[in-house]
């Protein structure tokens, strides 16, 4: 597949019940590609992908492919405690028709690159789909640095892209110091993206889409022609919202702004809970000063 443009990292839906809502998972997808997205992320760290079953988390692909088909790719976020489950994520990923992986280190275990890299090396060579690699060492603890990023590159033919999410834009330089163009390199921090774009990103992992997708095609294609006004002038009503992509509560905010913006629900599963008290008034004035100043596109 082809790593590039806008490409939701999906929340995923959760009925009354706290079952998951295939229905408004197709409506989602839909209207997200619908609107310029150039595929979808499931089962990430937004997706709440750590709260599902095995089995929820094949049914969510299912459904997400069947619900775009030959429209856009699906990516599966494939992150687990053991190597074991992810590679059988990764397999059944590919068995549901997904076209991509996004290939995330183990849950709670991190330490020396010996380990990690034999984690991410089986999961990637568990299938022939098209892999990107996740790097958030801020919410993982592992940080995959740019020359073992190469490492990773020159292993594996099917690994063709890396999900940045250091916060540090100086990586994407650095990750092309390394390798060149051997790897597509996407923004994984919301209020990073005209910066990475600078640096040489050619797409966006990106949060607040799923709440403002026309909004965030038209900063990220106004940013790639190097429109610096135009994309400015998003972005700066855009940041207070991005911002809300890299705090603790990113999921119960991104869905309480998908649910102000009339598309979703602020239903989360436990452990999260949705926000209560002062942290959810604050957050509603902000979402809604900034929805009644949505610049005309």
């Keep these: 597949m082809i790593w ?3 490409i939701p990292a999906m929340t995923t839906p959760f009925t009354e019940t706290g079952s998951v809502d295939h229905s408004f998972l197709v409506k989602h997808t839909n209207w997200l590609i619908d609107n310029g997205c150039q595929g979808i992320v499931a089962l990430g760290s937004l997706g709440e ?3 599902l079953t095995f089995a929820e988390k094949v049914e969510v692909l299912t459904t997400c492919v069947k619900a775009i088909g030959d429209r856009a790719p699906v990516v599966a976020g494939v992150a687990a405690l053991s190597t074991a489950e ?3 994520i990764a397999r059944a990923a590919h068995v549901a028709g997904c ?3 996004m290939v995330l280190p183990p849950y709670v275990y991190s330490t020396d690159w010996r380990e990690m890299k034999a984690h991410v090396d089986e999961v990637i060579a568990a299938t022939p789909l098209s892999c990107m690699l996740y790097n958030n060492p801020i919410a993982y603890k592992t ?3 740019p020359s073992q990023i190469a490492e990773l590159a020159n292993d594996h033919i099917n690994l063709h892209a890396v999900k940045e999410s250091s916060a540090d834009v100086r990586r994407l330089a650095a990750i092309k110091s390394e390798i060149g163009n051997r790897l597509a390199l996407l923004v994984g921090v919301d209020d990073m993206i005209v910066e990475g774009i600078e640096a040489g990103a050619t797409g966006w992992i990106a949060g607040l889409v799923n709440a403002l997708p026309k909004e965030s095609v038209a900063l990220f294609d106004f940013a790639m022609k190097g429109d610096k006004d135009k994309a400015f002038a998003i972005y700066r009503w855009f940041l207070p919202l991005l911002r809300m992509d890299v705090v ?3 999921v119960q905010l991104i869905k309480l702004v998908q649910q102000e913006a009339g598309m979703g629900s602020e ?3 436990a452990p999260r809970l949705v926000l209560a008290g002062q942290e959810r008034t604050e957050a509603q004035r902000i979402i809604a000063r900034h929805l009644a100043e949505r ?3």
Excluded: E, M, N
Aim: charged letters at 20%.
């Design 49 to 51: 992908g750590a709260t």
């Design 99 to 101: 076209k991509g992986l």
């Design 4 to 6: 590039q443009g806008v």
């Design 143 to 145: 940080d995959y640095l």
């Design 248 to 250: 603790v509560k990113f």
């Design 267 to 269: 239903r989360v599963r």
């Design 295 to 297: 610049p005309q596109l």
């Design 86 to 88: 992810a590679v059988q």
